[in-house]
Nanobody, 129 residues
Framework: QVPLVESGGGLVQAGGSLRLSCAASGRADTSYAMGWFRQAPGKEREFVATINANLGRATYADSVKGRFTISRDSAKNTVDLQMNSLKPEDTAVYYC??????????????????????WGQGTRVTVSS
């Protein structure tokens, strides 16, 4: 597994922005994909965004499309999530994840937690109305 450390969470008013960052170490430079998931109280962990390691192609959940942007800096082994136009329903603990051993090609890849090997400890995002 690859150690992952998230940062950047906090409290923001609706309509505001936050930028989450995830720092990876070890073999993260050979990962198939990096992703962000979130889990709200009483709910299951859900997919937010993922970025393909080789092609840099990003995929988003419909609920965040157009508002969130995932990006990766391979040289620094970091993956960021820029979140704009935040809504109260975006309130959750956000987790960074790394897919190092599960290879998937085609649509819908890396949108499920089981496709990832390593997880960060999570960073809390609270959006007030």
């Amino acid at each position: 597994q690859v150690p992952l450390v998230e940062s950047g969470g906090g409290l923001v008013q609706a309509g505001g922005s936050l930028r989450l960052s995830c720092a990876a170490s070890g073999r993260a430079d050979t990962s198939y994909a990096m992703g962000w998931f979130r889990q709200a109280p009483g709910k299951e962990r859900e997919f937010v965004a993922t970025i393909n390691a080789n092609l840099g192609r990003a995929t988003y959940a419909d609920s965040v499309k157009g508002r969130f942007t995932i990006s990766r800096d391979s040289a620094k082994n970091t993956v960021d999530l820029q979140m704009n136009s935040l809504k109260p329903e975006d309130t959750a603990v956000y987790y960074c994840a790394e897919a190092g051993s599960y290879y998937c090609a085609g649509s819908g890849c890396y949108e499920r937690p089981y496709e990832y090997d390593s997880w960060g400890q999570g960073t809390r995002v609270t959006v007030s109305s």
